[in-house]
């Protein structure tokens, strides 16, 4: 695992708790070229109200945290 996908991981364990504690979840889908992380949001969070701000305000901010490279996070629909 390079180094990117370990920090942005470690920014993920960080806010998988607050998630986990309203019945959702995510997993990192991929990273491309560096400055893009696509992560996947699943339970409670796929139907929830206010995900784009969760995602904006919480995911996004954890991972710059680790790896301030990073220069969005999307949400994707797993095709694995």
Do not use: W, Y
Not at 14 to 22: A, C, G, S, V
Not at 29 to 37: C, K
Not at 41 to 54: D, E, F, R
Not at 62 to 68: C, L, M, R, S, T
């Amino acid at each position: 695992m390079s180094d990117i996908k370990e920090r942005i991981e470690s920014a993920l364990q960080e806010i998988r708790p607050f998630l986990q504690n309203d019945g959702g979840d995510i997993k990192l889908h991929s990273v491309i070229d560096n400055i893009e992380v696509r992560v996947v949001l699943l339970g409670a969070c796929l139907g929830c109200s206010v995900n784009k701000m969760t995602l904006k305000n919480g995911v996004e901010v954890a991972i710059k945290k680790f790896a301030p490279e990073i220069q969005r996070v999307i949400h994707v629909t797993d095709q694995s």
